[in-house]
C-alpha cells in the first residue's frame, strides 16, 4: 500500500511524514515524529490521553487520521513548556501531586489549556465536565481539578 | 485501503457508486475511527468529505431557514448564538454527544449516518421538521430527517447517495424546543430514553407540536399521537398526562444491563413532560 506524504505542523514547527492512510495522527506523532508524550490509552476516543490541539481546537489524536493532518497545525504536550520553563499548569500538577502513573498527565495537561485558553476563569464545575472525556485511574481527579483551578488562578495573577 | 479527499458531492457519490468493496463516507470521523479500530468495518474506500467547498459551514439562508454542513462539529454549533436562540433543543442534543475531545470532531450528519437509535443529536432534528439534503448517482433529493434511520446501524440511504447538508426550518414567532435524556452517570454516556420536542405557541395554547423519542425503539421515533396530545393544549395537567401515555404507548425498547423494557417506557414518558415544559417555555420567550 503506498504512503501518503504529509506537511503539517507541530507546536510551531514545519514536519514531513510519510503516512500510511490508515494510521492516526496519534500513531504518526509518536512512531514518525518520535513526539511520544502524546499517549494511547483506548484509542477510541474514550479516555483523552491522546489530546491534541487541531487548528486550536481539543481532539482525540485517535480519532484522526495522520493524513488528515495535511496543512493543519498540531499542539501537544511537548509544545507547553518554554525551554526548561514549565507551563504553569505543568507546575501546578507537580504541586498538588495531581498525577500517579502519569499516563494520563499529558491529555489532561493538554485538554486543560485549551480550557484555559478559552476560558480563563473557570468555574469547578467548568473544569469538571471540561475534562470529563480525560480518564485518571489513580488520582481521583480531585487534585487534578484542584492543580487547574490553582494555575488557571495564577496565569489570572490571582495566587491562592 | 484508498483514501479520498472529494472536492464535491457528486464526486463524494460516483466514488461511492463505482466501490465495489467496502465504503465509508467520513465527517468527524469519530464513529468510523472507533469501528476502523476495533475491526467491526474495514473500509477499501474512505471518502473524505471535509475538503468539500461549504462543509464547515452554518448559513441562515433569506426564509430564515438554517442549512448546517455535514463537516460542522459539536462544538462550533454551540458556539454559534444565532442557531442558539433558534434551535436551542438541536443544539443541546448535539453537544450531549461524547467529551469535548468529541465535540471537536463530532458532526449532526455523521450522528444521524451513524445509526444509533440512541443517537443525542437527531430526535431534537427529527421534532425540529429538519430534512437532509441528499447527493446521489440519480440526482439530488431531500428526504425528511425521520425517514433516514432504518435501524440499528443502518440507514435507508442507497449505494452511492451521501448526505450533502442538514436543512432547519426558519424558527417563526412562538416556536420553542428541547432535549433531554436520561442516564445513570451525569456525563460521557449513552441515552437510556431521550425525547426531543418541538412547539409552537399562540398566547398559552400549543399551535403547532412534533414529539420524537429516542433510545426506546429500534430506531429514533417521531410520535403523531404525542404530539397531538398537546395541541390545542395550554399544557395543562391533563396534556402533559396524555402526552406521557401516548409517548410511553409509542416505545418499544429492549432490556439490557443499562435499562429494562419497563424503565425505558416509564421513564422516556417522564421526559416528555419535562422536555414539553422547557419548550413551553422557551416558545412564550422565558428562559429554560
Request: charged letters at 25%; hydrophobic letters at 45%; glycine letters at 12%.
Amino acid at each position: 500500500m503506498s504512503k501518503i506524504h504529509v506537511s503539517t505542523t507541530v507546536n510551531g514547527d514545519s514536519v514531513e511524514f510519510l503516512a500510511d492512510p490508515r494510521e492516526t495522527l496519534l500513531d504518526c506523532l509518536r512512531d514518525h515524529l518520535g513526539l511520544t508524550g502524546t499517549k494511547e490509552g483506548c484509542g477510541t476516543g474514550d479516555c483523552g490521553a491522546c489530546s491534541v490541539t487541531l487548528d486550536g481546537t481539543l481532539v482525540c489524536s485517535c480519532l484522526v487520521l495522520g493524513i488528515e493532518a495535511e496543512g493543519r497545525e498540531i499542539g501537544t504536550v511537548e509544545g507547553m513548556a518554554e525551554g526548561h520553563e514549565l507551563h504553569p499548569l505543568q507546575r501546578k500538577f507537580i504541586e498538588h501531586a495531581a498525577l500517579q502513573c502519569g499516563f494520563c498527565t499529558p491529555g489532561f495537561l493538554v485538554a486543560a489549556k485549551a480550557l484555559l485558553d478559552k476560558n480563563p476563569d473557570p468555574t469547578e464545575t467548568e473544569v469538571r465536565y471540561w475534562l470529563a472525556g480525560n480518564l485518571c485511574r489513580c488520582t481521583g481527579y480531585d487534585k487534578i481539578v484542584r492543580a487547574v483551578m490553582d494555575a488557571a488562578a495564577e496565569m489570572r495573577q490571582e495566587a491562592v | 485501503m484508498r483514501y479520498h479527499a472529494a472536492k464535491s458531492f457528486e464526486e463524494a457519490a460516483a466514488i461511492a457508486e463505482k466501490a465495489e468493496g467496502v465504503t465509508r463516507f467520513m465527517a468527524g470521523g469519530t464513529d468510523v475511527l472507533v469501528q476502523m479500530r476495533a475491526g467491526i468495518v474495514t473500509p477499501d474506500d474512505l471518502i473524505d468529505l471535509k475538503h468539500i467547498a461549504g462543509v464547515n459551514d452554518i448559513t441562515r439562508l433569506e426564509d430564515g431557514s438554517w442549512e448546517i454542513g455535514v463537516a460542522v462539529a459539536g462544538a462550533r454549533l454551540g458556539a454559534h448564538e444565532a442557531l442558539c436562540a433558534d434551535w436551542p433543543g438541536v443544539v443541546e442534543g448535539m453537544e450531549l454527544v461524547g467529551s469535548t475531545q468529541v465535540q471537536g470532531r463530532a458532526t449532526l450528519t455523521g450522528n444521524l449516518c451513524n445509526g444509533s437509535p440512541a443517537a443525542d443529536g437527531v430526535p431534537g432534528l427529527v421534532a425540529a421538521g429538519a430534512v437532509a439534503k441528499i447527493v446521489g448517482p440519480s440526482g439530488s433529493r431531500e428526504v425528511p430527517i425521520e425517514e433516514i434511520p432504518a435501524g440499528p446501524g443502518t440507514t435507508t440511504l442507497a449505494k452511492g447517495e451521501v448526505i450533502a447538508a442538514v436543512r432547519l426550518p426558519a424558527r417563526g414567532a412562538g416556536g420553542g424546543d428541547a432535549y433531554q435524556r436520561f442516564i445513570p452517570r451525569t456525563e460521557m454516556d449513552i441515552a437510556v430514553a431521550g425525547c426531543a420536542i418541538n412547539l409552537r405557541v399562540e398566547g398559552d395554547t400549543v399551535t403547532e407540536a412534533r414529539v420524537a423519542i429516542g433510545a426506546v425503539a429500534p430506531t429514533i421515533r417521531l410520535v403523531k399521537d404525542a404530539a397531538d396530545a398537546i395541541i390545542g393544549s395550554t399544557l395543562d395537567d391533563a396534556a402533559l398526562e396524555a402526552l406521557a401515555a401516548a409517548v410511553s404507548a409509542a416505545a418499544s425498547p429492549i432490556s439490557d444491563k443499562r435499562g429494562t423494557t419497563e424503565f425505558r417506557t416509564e421513564v422516556v414518558g417522564v421526559l416528555a413532560r419535562r422536555v414539553a415544559l422547557v419548550a413551553y417555555a422557551r416558545a412564550k420567550g422565558e428562559k429554560a
